[in-house]
């Protein structure tokens, strides 16, 4: 495998994508963050309660990668502990909802709209962006990642009493969604003062969840309205990742006035492809644990080639990326294997019958 040189810098070659000009190769963005605190020398904990830690995490891992784009998310947990639900911070682990804020659906009066200089985590993430985007913006795009209205609504009552109110109290649960969407336009407002890009990541939308007449019932309108105010504040395109299957929603998470569709590994690009590639941009789907975790380099590589020959011709544009979040523990060697890949066979004119 012959590895070519980038001709263009990851601030470059993402600029000229978005306005569809020619760029030198496919872009590559593996979804990194919180689980490869390790890379470092640093846990998970010390990641999600340092600005300084995530900010030379990112850094480091650009310095490495030099891939498509970096960033600080606000973890899926985060918004919802912001408005009173209790997270867990595990040393080196993932973060969970160790008890919800509320304890009924009729207890809306406990909670409003949250100050993000304030609450919880959303300060040490903001200060994080903040740091990151001065550091690194001239050389390559810096985003931040906000929940779906719907998954943290889910971590305020806790999914299961929550996923039954959908049935039994229709109108207190778009009061709790009016709620979380208000304070995630107060980080939106912040964010896009900021400059930097925008993306969403709602895993409860999943249709491995909830069906496709829920979804558009609780879910889409407080997508919508998310995306409008960011592009409102910040003139900026946003992605959105949906967790698990979304093969049914696909059209609809079109309809939320997203550019660029992140899905799941468990879903094929090449159907995502036919279905809605004249709309928008494609976004990933190496498995994260199968392949990157468990995988060898060449599984890798080998599964990254796939992506591109089902995707590399989309009609909007495609990135390689992983399928998910890159789990703990996982070889840095196969995430070089990823971006390996789109330097040796991502690079135009794209030769199909290398792939």
């Known amino acids: 495998m012959k590895i ?30 919180v689980t490869l605190a390790s890379f470092i020398g640093k846990t998970t904990y010390e990641y999600y309660n340092n600005p300084e830690v995530i900010v030379e995490l990112e850094i480091s891992l650009f310095k490495k990668f030099r891939h498509d784009g970096v960033g600080v998310g606000i973890s899926l947990r985060e918004v919802a502990e912001a408005m009173g639900t209790k997270v867990t911070y595990p040393e080196n682990g993932i973060s969970y909802v160790e008890d919800p804020a509320l304890n009924d659906i009729n207890d809306l009066d406990k909670l409003s709209p949250i100050n993000p200089y304030k609450a919880g985590k959303i ?13 690194l913006s001239k050389e390559v795009n810096v985003g ?13 009552l806790g999914t299961e ?17 009016d709620i979380v969407t208000e ?8 964010i896009a003062n900021m400059g930097v890009g925008f993306s969403m990541a709602d895993p409860l939308s999943s249709s491995s969840i909830i069906s496709k007449k829920l979804y558009k019932e609780f879910s889409l309108p407080y997508q919508k309205k998310c995306i409008d105010r960011m592009k409102q504040k910040s003139g900026k395109n946003t992605s959105i990742h949906v967790c698990g299957k979304s093969k049914e929603i696909w059209s609809s998470l079109v309809e939320s006035g997203i550019v660029t ?11 995502a492809k036919k279905a809605v590639g004249d709309k928008v941009c494609l976004v990933g789907n190496v498995p994260p644990v199968d392949i990157v975790k468990y995988g060898s380099y060449e599984d890798v590589v080998r599964e990254s080639k796939l992506c591109i020959k089902k995707a590399y011709d989309n009609p909007k ?3 390689l990326s992983t399928g998910c979040q890159i789990p703990i523990s996982s070889p840095i060697e196969n995430i070089q294997a990823l971006m390996d890949t789109v330097r040796s066979y991502g690079t135009y004119p794209i030769k199909i019958d290398l792939l």
């Open 4 to 33: 070519k040189k980038d001709l263009m810098t990851p601030k470059e070659r993402m600029q000229a994508f978005a306005k569809g000009q020619p760029i030198d190769r496919i872009p590559c963005k593996p979804n990194m963050g």
């Open 317 to 319: 544009g495609f990135v």
């Open 261 to 271: 569709l992140s899905i799941d590994n468990i879903e094929d690009l090449e159907e």
């Open 161 to 177: 009493k929550f996923l039954k109110a959908l049935i039994k109290y229709p109108e207190k649960v778009h009061q709790l969604l």
């Open 144 to 156: 931040c990642n906000i929940p779906g209205p719907f998954t943290t609504a889910s971590d305020l």
């Open 123 to 135: 300060p040490i993430r903001l200060k994080a962006l903040k740091m990151l985007n001065d550091a």
């Open 183 to 190: 304070s995630n336009f107060k980080i939106i407002d912040i």
